[in-house]
């Protein structure tokens, strides 16, 4: 049973979802942007990766943060494009204005850390839910992208259906390699309508989607987004 707050179960974020000991909070307070900081940093100096800009407020960006039994464990930020752009055109500017132009709106998915010790499957299947909620019910994005790593990069092709565009990349910001990847958000509607809540069902299924809330659950997490909001 899916469980949900209008407003924050205590003087920080407000929490847009919880189940059992499993909550999403909505990091709109310093406190909550500085703790997806941290985890952030842990994550990314474990793999290697050079000092990462700090969350920060913008109205053009959402972060979600995700936390069992009160521990923070998950974060990322959706950006919605917007006349400064995203983050990705810093080096994939020629990819990202093909996809621009009438009846298409695009969205980013950055800063993503999920703490290694924990299994990630729906942790990070309910972030990337909610974000889908932000990006298509809330700010009708079509197009969503994300920069990863070369060694991520057919993870995300396998259990999401995300699609390379373009070369290999230095992402100055993190000092490492980036392919950009692409994904239509129709496509994720289709993959939701299909198995979202069949996990109990999944088997061996590769995909990402069963994991995914049902329909109906999505209805009412997106009813009280839109309260939130």
Request: include cysteine; glycine fraction near 6%; hydrophobic fraction near 40%.
């Amino acid at each position: 049973m899916i469980e949900s707050a209008l407003a924050p179960s205590e003087p920080s974020d407000a929490v847009v979802l919880s189940v059992k000991d499993f909550k999403i909070r909505l990091a709109d307070t310093d406190a909550g942007r500085n703790s997806a900081s941290m985890l952030i940093d842990k994550m990314y100096s474990w793999r290697g990766y050079a000092g990462v800009q700090p969350v920060q407020a913008s109205p053009n960006r959402i972060t979600l943060t995700a936390y069992m039994k009160e521990e923070l464990i998950g974060t990322v930020t959706l950006a919605i494009d917007s006349p400064i752009g995203l983050l990705a055109d810093e080096i994939f500017q020629d990819q990202l204005d093909r996809h621009r132009g009438p009846g298409r709106k695009l969205c980013e998915l950055t800063k993503l850390a999920i703490d290694a010790k924990v299994d990630s499957k729906f942790a990070l299947a309910s972030l990337f839910h909610i974000c889908f909620i932000y990006a298509c019910r809330l700010h009708d994005c079509t197009d969503v992208f994300i920069e990863v790593n070369p060694r991520h990069r057919a993870y995300y092709e396998r259990v999401l259906g995300f699609t390379r565009l373009g070369e290999l990349k230095t992402n100055p910001r993190v000092n490492a390699p980036a392919f950009l990847l692409w994904l239509d958000l129709e496509h994720v509607e289709q993959q939701i309508l299909k198995h979202g809540g069949t996990s109990d069902q999944a088997g061996a299924s590769r995909s990402l989607y069963p994991y995914f809330f049902s329909p109906r659950e999505e209805a009412g997490i997106t009813q009280r987004l839109i309260n939130l909001n």
